[in-house]
């Protein structure tokens, strides 16, 4: 039972982390450089340790297209964008919609049915993001709003919304293609990464290299992100693996509303920042959906 809130605690630390290294790097060369790594290390382990899963045909180019553009390229920009603007709490407590917007998703896609007290655990948890909505910073008020969502909150449903979708993708390709997660995850991590260098070139512009080996804070910001794909891509990635042999995939998604809380710890500890009482509102309605939409769940297991 402690493994599965270290899990999420060390999730939780990945918004912190992501922050950090957002006061050395702009955001989108730091998803290129995160992307670029962790892909080729995956695709490395892959090839030289377990090489008989290492396997790409062309037939699947449209699915690995679409989770890189989608999830491990659009989602990341979008949710790095919007964390130099919204506290990290505020970010990894808009991720605790995943659930909801992968079941809406499921239904309308994969033709999922939904029961009644799933539905209304959706409505509950949707209307209780209200108050955290409404709640926001000084920097986030002096973005652009579309009615009384600022742009940074509506970066973080682009990013919750395509990752959703990466993942039913990804399931995709690994329960019907027969393709291993580290496979995937190596080529659409490494095709975002490039495509992320890119934009990244265009948009903000060539850094400056030649003070990399001068500047204190290139040195600080290879070990944030050295560090968040250690926790991310290797402890995070292998923890789940094994606690999925010892509960159940339902007891384990409910118990992620509780990263939000190591988050906003975290928040504290780092940037003094105190979670305000929208926060918690927010927390309340989102732990009341989810139990009403994985209960029968529950019951059944």
């Known amino acids: 039972m402690v493994l599965v809130f270290v899990l999420y605690m060390l999730w939780a630390s990945t918004f912190i982390l992501g922050k950090l290294i957002l006061e050395y790097m702009p955001p989108i060369l730091f998803v290129a450089t995160r992307m670029g790594i962790a892909g080729t290390l995956l695709l490395s382990y892959q090839y030289f340790f377990n090489r008989s899963h290492w396997r790409f045909e062309w037939k699947d180019i ?149 003070t990399i080996f001068d500047n204190e804070s290139w040195l600080l910001a290879a070990y944030y992100i050295a560090l968040l794909i250690l926790i991310a891509h290797v402890i995070c990635f292998n923890l789940y693996s094994v606690l999925l042999r010892s509960y159940s995939v339902t007891f384990i998604s409910f118990a992620g509303f509780t990263t939000p809380l190591f988050a906003a710890f975290f928040d504290w500890m780092v940037f003094g920042t105190i979670a305000s009482g929208a926060f918690f509102v927010t927390m309340c309605l989102v732990a009341i959906g989810l139990y009403l939409f994985y209960q029968d769940e529950f019951v059944a297991n």
């Open 62 to 210: 449209g699915l690995f297209a679409q989770i890189s553009i989608f999830f491990m390229y659009l989602g990341f920009i979008t949710e790095y964008w919007a964390l130099q603007y919204v506290t990290a709490a505020k970010a990894c407590l808009l991720f605790n919609l995943s659930p909801f917007v992968t079941a809406l998703l499921a239904y309308f896609l994969l033709s999922d049915r939904l029961t009644q007290k799933q539905w209304l655990g959706l409505l509950i948890g949707f209307f209780g993001f209200l108050p955290i909505m409404l709640q926001q910073t000084d920097l986030e008020i002096l973005t652009s709003h579309i009615g009384f969502f600022s742009l940074p909150e509506l970066f973080l449903l682009v990013s919750v919304v395509t990752s959703c979708y990466g993942w039913i993708l990804i399931k995709q390709l690994i329960t019907q293609r027969s393709y291993s997660v580290v496979m995937v995850n190596g080529i659409t991590m490494l095709a975002a990464g490039v495509l992320s260098l890119g934009t990244s070139l265009w948009i903000e512009g060539i850094p400056q290299i030649s």
